[in-house]
């Protein structure tokens, strides 16, 4: 697989970059902790920028138009036209240290999210789907800080992640939702970085970005590491695949946590990069809201 150099394509310091999806034309993302969406028009050239009412963890496409965001209390209609919010559903109010992290869209237009503590440390986070507009317990949970999920082609195989854990496991996708068969997939020793958003390729490969690691890496689907893709940069969030062929990747970065020494050797922290491969990514499916 021929894989490019990273290319820096906007310069805009996020403090926590996460969620990008590629949406009719553009890149959707948004930047947690200083409560931003992003949206970046790679052929006009267009950035465009939406303040959150709290932290917000991924914006993604909804039937009908607009978009599902995550934020800290939970589910969001986003109107980009208006810049408004309205809530669909709360996610955790029974625990106001939580706020929502990363999210994907199954092919039945299922949400599927995670919660985690916004202190990073006490495993409080779980993983629910969105579904027929309720939210679900899927009975991942105890982590404290989940990323993913990420889901196979089909819809038939759900990648989760415990950051801290350093684990990337899957689970069986049935009909209705439910989960069974939770097994390893992939574990990566803290001295390499931690797993953050996983993505999938079209041929069912999953992309892990990781934090503190300074690059992403690929992954076959019986788990075999067959690809990587170094930065200039140490916290690398997500990957989303994009453009006309779906074949450009844009990578999320963050600049949190880095000392000021670190900074100034990795000014490019929290920007947005974006490079090439051979195998092209999976179209975001939309959000059924009923």
């Given at each position: 697989?021929?894989?490019?150099?990273?290319?820096?394509?906007?310069?805009?310091?996020?403090?926590?970059?996460?969620?990008?999806?590629?949406?009719?034309?553009?890149?959707?993302?948004?930047?947690?902790?200083?409560q931003k969406i992003h949206r970046y028009d790679p052929a006009g050239g267009g950035r465009t920028s939406w303040d959150s009412p709290e932290q917000i963890g991924f914006v993604l496409p909804a039937a009908g138009g607009g978009f599902i965001a995550g934020l800290?209390?939970?589910?969001?209609?986003?109107?980009?036209?208006?810049?408004?919010?309205?809530?669909?559903?709360?996610?955790?109010?029974?625990?106001?240290?939580?706020?929502?992290?990363?999210?994907?869209?199954?092919?039945?237009?299922?949400?599927?999210?995670?919660?985690?503590?916004?202190?990073?440390?006490?495993?409080?986070?779980?993983?629910?789907?969105?579904?027929?507009?309720?939210?679900?317990?899927?009975?991942?949970?105890?982590?404290?800080?989940?990323?993913?999920?990420?889901?196979?082609?089909?819809?038939?195989?759900?990648?989760?992640?415990?950051?801290?854990?350093?684990?990337?496991?899957?689970?069986?996708?049935?009909?209705?939702?439910?989960?069974?068969?939770?097994?390893?997939?992939?574990?990566?020793?803290?001295?390499?970085?931690?797993?953050?958003?996983?993505?999938?390729?079209?041929?069912?490969?999953?992309?892990?970005?990781?934090?503190?690691?300074?690059?992403?890496?690929?992954?076959?689907?019986?788990?075999?590491?067959?690809?990587?893709?170094?930065?200039?940069?140490?916290?690398?969030?997500?990957?989303?695949?994009?453009?006309?062929?779906?074949?450009?990747?844009?990578?999320?970065?963050?600049?949190?946590?880095?000392?000021?020494?670190?900074?100034?050797?990795?000014?490019?922290?929290?920007?947005?990069?974006?490079?090439?491969?051979?195998?092209?990514?999976?179209?975001?499916?939309?959000?059924?809201?009923?």
């Amino acid at each position: 697989m021929a894989i490019g150099e990273p290319r820096n394509v906007w310069d805009l310091h996020c403090q926590l970059g996460e969620g990008p999806v590629w949406v009719d034309g553009a890149l959707w993302f948004v930047d947690i902790k200083t409560q931003k969406i992003h949206r970046y028009d790679p052929a006009g050239g267009g950035r465009t920028s939406w303040d959150s009412p709290e932290q917000i963890g991924f914006v993604l496409p909804a039937a009908g138009g607009g978009f599902i965001a995550g934020l800290q209390s939970g589910l969001h209609l986003f109107d980009p036209a208006s810049g408004g919010f309205s809530l669909i559903a709360e996610a955790e109010p029974e625990r106001p240290n939580n706020r929502l992290n990363d999210g994907v869209v199954d092919p039945s237009g299922r949400l599927w999210f995670g919660t985690m503590d916004n202190g990073e440390k006490e495993k409080s986070g779980a993983f629910y789907r969105f579904q027929r507009g309720a939210i679900v317990r899927t009975g991942l949970e105890g982590i404290a800080i989940t990323n993913g999920p990420c889901l196979s082609p089909d819809g038939r195989i759900l990648y989760f992640v415990d950051t801290l854990g350093g684990t990337i496991e899957a689970a069986d996708v049935a009909e209705d939702g439910s989960l069974s068969d939770a097994r390893p997939f992939v574990r990566i020793d803290p001295k390499e970085g931690y797993p953050d958003g996983p993505t999938i390729d079209s041929e069912g490969c999953v992309w892990i970005s990781l934090y503190a690691g300074w690059e992403t890496r690929r992954y076959a689907p019986d788990g075999e590491l067959i690809g990587r893709v170094r930065f200039p940069v140490s916290n690398i969030t997500k990957i989303a695949f994009g453009g006309d062929d779906l074949r450009t990747v844009y990578a999320t970065t963050a600049r949190q946590l880095l000392r000021p020494d670190q900074l100034e050797r990795q000014p490019a922290a929290g920007d947005l990069f974006e490079f090439r491969v051979d195998v092209p990514g999976v179209p975001c499916p939309k959000i059924a809201l009923s």
